[in-house]
């Protein structure tokens, strides 16, 4: 007999990938909406691939997070929030009401981290857990009961296709991208640890401690210097990268059911004159 299944979908990487895949566009009023666009397009992609028991859409909730009290140069490199983006960004949980779906965000945290929070909590109620997102951060979640769906790729990621991209298991992924570090979000890492070498390393000592505890034993020399010169960074790193699976929330685990009404979502397209989404509705069965 099958599992029930439950789908979490990083709502922030969706609003981005739709923002910068979408056209310029603009409604009867002049107001920016192509993010918006690209995002209910892709949510109706969503919901049609994956018909599921419970579903739910996980938000960031500003830049300020826990992450960034304990370094304050995380993600401190990033470009600033477009304003037409931010001008639609209000609209996210407009456009998950009109669907019915269920969202969840926290002040202080990441979609991430509640994604992470969900997966680990409806995995021990017995739910198949799938995570839709490309985001390689969450790849740490993956286990037997837990799986990544990357949109951008059609593709399925699990415990076997993480071990092929980084030579390492979900579960030491956070280990691996402590040593690595990652350019794009800040985090330092140790300089001149690629990849490969934190890839070998952990594959080897297993875990970040273990490596530090057996430092003596690393070689080549070079690469021991490096470790030992950047060791509070690369534990930095790790409390960075590792995410908190026991965010409070408000929502119950039994809240998370789409209530979908082709009515509600349509008169919600009328309003924002998205008629050729309309057309696609109409075949979504949820």
Known sequence: MSKPLAVLVDGSGFIYRA?????????????PVGAIFGFC?????????????????????????????IYSEYKANRAATPEDLKMQMPLLKDVCGAFGIPTISKKGFEADDIIATYAAKLSDRGYEVRIVSSDKDLMQLVTDNVSMFDPMKSKFIKEKEVFEKYGVLPSQMIFLQ???GDASDNIP??????PKTAAKLIGEFKTLDNLYQN??????????????????AAFLSLKLVELDRNVETDQCCEDLKVFYSYAKAAAFFSSMGFGSLIKRLAALRY
């Open 19 to 31: 923002y910068y895949a979408t056209p310029q566009l603009t409604d009867r009023e002049g107001r």
């Open 189 to 194: 890492g140790v300089k001149g640890i690629g």
């Open 178 to 180: 402590a040593l690595m």
């Open 41 to 69: 397009s892709i949510l109706i992609s969503t919901l049609e691939k994956h018909k599921s028991d419970l579903f739910c859409v996980a938000f960031d909730c500003g830049r300020d997070t826990f992450r960034s009290k």
């Open 215 to 232: 430092i003596d034993s690393v070689r080549p020399e070079k690469v021991k210097e490096k470790l030992i010169a950047d060791k509070d």
